[in-house]
């Protein structure tokens, strides 16, 4: 068994509503709550879920790019938010992220040897120049051959897919440990997709990574990751590996999600899903399960209180009275 | 293994760009060259004979009144026997000089204030926004008059200051427009996962994007800058001892001057206009090269 | 009957960086009845087609060669006039962010009905029942119509657009990209709405879309373009049991299955191609990993190989 790298707590997010004349907040949205994670080292873990459903929120949390409303986060045992300040440079070494638009992630006016080197730079106190052995072995782990043909454009000269690959070598430059991606390759042509994953695979052997892999499209989730948490309204919903949610999926909205995949087989002729459009207001707290408004299943429980989490053979958990 | 160099594409290459492919932008540029050039002869034209053609205190030992333009006067004297032409040409280094000067002090205090405002955000932004606000509220022109016959001081440098430091707020507000959108641009969340201090988000990541636009609210404070100094000078609260373009039409209507001697009223109101045009249009040739810019180049 | 078709269409835009072929002598024929998808990435001239066909390209555009024939006329011939009768009444259009297409200040279903009372000479009355049945067809309560535009979600947004493109009883629709930005639930009443619409109406429909998936459910014939030329075309079976062009079966390489077996795919080599590269053979040479000596000089042509089976590849001509 794998050591757990990043572990959460009852993690919680609301993000205040401004309400009022003097814009006090009064209430919020609550976009995560009560997160419980474990992410073995080693493993790419998939967060999956349509918008609303927070797992964006989870990664800027995991990098500390925003601050949870209660719980916690834990770096190899370490609370990622009780840091001193010298602390916290050294949890940014540990930490990277992938972002999913490579047309805003790298600065404009800055050419991509500026971009790639400048994790080092702030981390190891190093000046602008001199880093170029390092950052040409860091792109061309990233696939951009030559790495020198590459050094001192900008990126408005590069297609999406080298973009991304810029912003892969830049994450990668100080080896960090864990990296968060969010939807790296959804605003990327299909053609290059493939690659970029297949690179991302290549590179968590070759570096010894553990991933977050964000992502809304399941086929992804499933081509990459080892094991799936899904997430709906700010809620882990079912948990498990990959094969075991995807073949057997017990949460009603994973089922759902796993129908309304368009599959690309003309012989085969696909059930539409037609879920009802109620929603539950998410500036509740979750009273009862957040599904309620659109399962099928339902039960007088489901409304009276949240479901907790079933063990369905410890490599599968669901949070459903239904089950 | 040859390393290629780096290209250019910093600030020049766009100013360059956005100047050179607008007919408008070209003519601005051309119109500013001309005037340089004359407030560079200045000294020259002086030193042909400072008695003559000092624009204060030069004056034609031949004539007493306003005269036509001659030979030696080409834009003829004024009432006192001075020579227009060198009065006009030292009013070029005068616009110059305060063009310039308030341009880059409310330029230099509005982005400054900007940047720190929209990105710090929170009691700072408040604070700071209501300082603009008051400065905003104040208008300059009655400020500048009051300040002037308050310390019957009518220096040049006493109008240069006082115009830089209340003709930032506007740029202030659009750079912090700017930099609150730039903040939460995802190049500069990955800075700050890498662990960048703010100070360096600030200057190394937004400062350079919104450069760009802080040039171009340049060209318009030296507009303004101009105009309003010789509206002073017009309205006769310039430096006199100073012949700006506006305390030449000052002298050409106090001394009941106006359309009576065209040689005389004429150049410096059309030097006035055209520099103030000049610098407007090389700010709206980059509009359209900037524009684009800031949210994709 | 062919209620559209194109004929060796170009058409190229004049940019900064040179000229860019952004359709390239392209030819395709919908047959009333018909769902025909073309399917490829950003920049292969997709949506360039949709615009073209209803005359609405950005003034650095020009088409230079061949023939849109809506109904037997050519559509390119005809004034701006003429061409405003045609769009939306003949020939609708439903595009990614038509959803901000709605005016905030009225009500959802006011719109439709100024639209039908506008368009189709209906009374106050006739327009609204024919709203309700609209409405429903495409899925929507016929209650909230009397919301505005920001009360509704993105999905119903795009569903009352679908209602609005369906008002005049266009003869074809041109949808581009109707559900790239939505999530899969919401697509999934979208493509529900579709379906509806082409069985209750016999609709004939372009789909344009970078998602084989939704096509291959939408549509029953696709057409695959790269760098602006259609490089294959038939009908959805036939491609998608032997796709021929080395581009079309890559893109088969390049989707990942939610069901079956989990394998790894390759997907396809290099990059994207630049759209102001005027090579004279076929576009997609640089990342073919079965050409021959002649794709690299020589363009192929767009050739029937099958029946109802076109392709422009020397590779596929040579193996048939």
């Known amino acids: 068994m794998s050591d757990v790298i990043v572990k959460t707590t009852n993690l919680t997010k609301i993000f205040p509503v401004k309400k009022g004349i003097f814009r006090g ?278 409304e009276q209180e949240y479901p907790g989490f079933q063990d369905k053979g410890h490599t599968h958990f669901v949070a459903c009275h239904g089950v | 293994m040859r390393i290629p160099t780096k290209r250019k594409f910093g600030l020049a290459h766009l100013l360059f760009k956005g100047i050179s492919q607008e007919a408008l932008g070209k003519i601005g540029i051309a119109i500013i060259i001309i005037f340089g050039v004359m407030a560079l002869v200045s000294p020259f034209v002086i030193n042909i004979d400072p008695d003559v053609y000092d624009p204060l205190i030069g004056v034609d030992p031949l004539i007493f009144s306003s005269q036509g333009p001659t030979l030696t006067h080409p834009l003829g004297t004024d009432h006192l026997g001075r020579d227009v032409f060198s009065q006009l040409l030292k009013g070029s280094q005068i616009a110059f000089l305060v063009g310039i000067t308030v341009g880059l002090m409310a330029t230099l205090i509005g982005t400054a204030i900007g940047l720190i405002s929209g990105y710090f955000r929170g009691v ?45 707020p506007i740029t202030a507000r659009v750079i912090r427009s700017q930099t609150l ?61 100073i012949s700006s373009w506006g305390m030449m039409l000052q002298w050409c209507f106090s001394t009941g001057h106006t359309f009576k001697a065209l040689y005389w009223m004429i150049p410096p109101g059309l030097s006035i206009s055209l520099l103030a045009l000049s610098f407007y249009l090389v700010g709206y040739s980059l509009e359209k090269e900037i524009n684009p810019r800031l949210r994709e180049p | 009957m062919v209620v559209l078709e194109l004929k060796s269409l170009e058409m190229s835009y004049k940019t900064q960086e040179g000229t860019v072929r952004a359709i390239d002598r392209a030819s395709l024929r919908v047959e009333k009845g018909d769902t025909v998808g073309i399917v490829g990435e950003s920049g292969c001239g997709k949506t360039s087609i949709g615009l073209s066909i209803l005359r609405l390209l950005p003034p650095n555009a020009t088409i230079h060669g061949g023939q849109i024939l809506f109904k037997g006329q050519d559509l390119l011939s005809l004034s701006e006039k003429d061409m405003r009768r045609i769009r939306w009444k003949n020939i609708s259009m439903i595009f990614q962010a038509a959803m901000n297409a709605l005016d905030p200040v009225y009500r959802v279903g006011d719109q439709l009905i100024e639209a039908l009372v506008e368009h189709q000479k209906l009374t106050k009355k006739q327009a609204s029942d024919k ?125 990942p299955k939610i069901h079956g077996k989990p394998e790894r795919l390759e997907g396809i080599p290099g990059e994207p191609p630049r759209l ?45």
């Not at chain 1, 690179?199 to 086929?219: C, E, P, R």
């Not at chain 3, 640089?286 to 076109?310: V, Y």
């Open chain 2, 124 to 168: 700072t932004d408040s604070l700071l926004m209501r300082v603009t606000d008051i400065i905003l509220s104040i208008p300059s022109l009655p400020l500048l008059i009051m300040i002037l016959c308050v310390f019957e001081h009518r220096g040049i440098w006493v109008i240069v200051m006082v115009l830089g430091l209340t003709g930032w």
């Open chain 3, 131 to 255: 709203m309700e049945a609209m409405f429903q067809l495409v899925g929507l309560d016929p209650g909230r119509a009397r919301n505005y535009p920001h009360e509704y979600s993105g999905g119903m947004k795009q569903r009352a657009i679908i209602a609005m493109s369906l008002i005049c009883d266009p003869d074809i629709i041109i949808a581009d990209e109707a559900t790239t930005a939505l999530d899969v639930l919401v697509q999934d009443r979208i493509l529900s709405s579709i379906e509806k619409i082409q069985a209750e109406l016999t609709m004939t429909m372009l789909y344009i879309s970078h998602d084989i998936a939704v096509i291959s459910e939408v549509c029953n014939k696709i057409a695959v373009m790269y760098a602006g030329n259609i490089v294959e075309h038939g009908d959805t079976m036939s491609l998608f049991k032997a796709p021929l062009h080395p581009y079309t079966q890559g893109l088969m390489r390049s989707f």
């Open chain 1, 25 to 302: 907040s009064k209430g919020g949205i609550y976009a995560v709550h009560d997160v419980n994670l474990e992410i073995p080292e080693g493993k790419i873990f998939g967060l999956v879920g349509e918008s609303g459903s927070g797992k964006t929120t989870i990664g800027n949390l995991l990098v500390r790019l925003i601050e949870p409303t209660r719980g916690r986060i834990q770096l190899n045992g370490q609370d990622i938010f009780d840091l001193k300040k010298s602390e916290e440079i050294h949890f940014r070494r540990k930490v990277q992220m992938i972002f999913q638009d490579p047309y805003e992630s790298l600065n404009p006016r800055l050419t991509v040897y500026e971009t790639v080197a400048e994790p080092l730079i702030i981390q190891e106190k190093r000046s602008v120049h001199g880093n170029e052995k390092d950052v040409l072995y860091a792109l061309e782990s990233a696939g951009l051959t030559p790495p020198q043909d590459f050094l001192y454009r900008y990126p408005h000269e590069l297609s999406g897919g080298q973009r991304q690959r810029v912003a892969i070598a830049r994450a990668l430059i100080i080896r960090p440990r864990f990296v968060v991606a969010d939807e790296p390759v959804s605003m990327l042509d299909v053609s290059i997709r493939i690659s970029v994953l297949n690179l991302m695979l290549g590179l968590k052997d070759k570096f010894g990574l553990t991933y977050l892999f964000i992502t809304h499209d399941l086929s992804i989730a499933r081509y990459m990751c080892d094991w799936l948490i899904v997430m709906y309204q700010g809620k882990i919903v079912e948990s498990g590996s990959t094969e075991e949610v995807i073949q057997h999926p017990l949460h009603p909205y994973t089922s759902a999600l796993i129908s309304a995949v368009p599959i690309p087989d003309p012989t085969i002729k696909r059930r539409r899903v037609e879920l009802s459009e109620a929603m539950e207001d998410t500036r509740k707290p979750p009273l009862r399960c957040r599904f309620y408004p659109k399962c099928e299943r339902k039960s007088p429980m489901c």
């Open chain 2, 181 to 241: 959108s730039l903040r939460e641009r995802p190049f500069v969340k990955s800075a700050r996962v890498s662990g960048a201090s703010d100070w360096r988000i600030i200057l190394i990541h937004i400062a350079p994007n919104v450069l760009p636009l802080t040039f171009l609210y340049m060209t318009i404070g030296v507009t303004y800058a101009i105009l309003t100094e010789a509206g002073l000078g017009f309205l006769g609260f310039s430096d006199p001892t």
């Open chain 3, 276 to 320: 102001t590269d005027s090579s004279p053979g076929c576009k997609f040479f640089p990342r073919c990993q079965q050409s021959l000596k002649e794709c690299n000089s020589i363009r192929p042509e767009f050739t029937e190989i099958e029946e109802n089976h076109w392709v422009a590849c020397h590779a596929a001509r040579r193996s048939l």
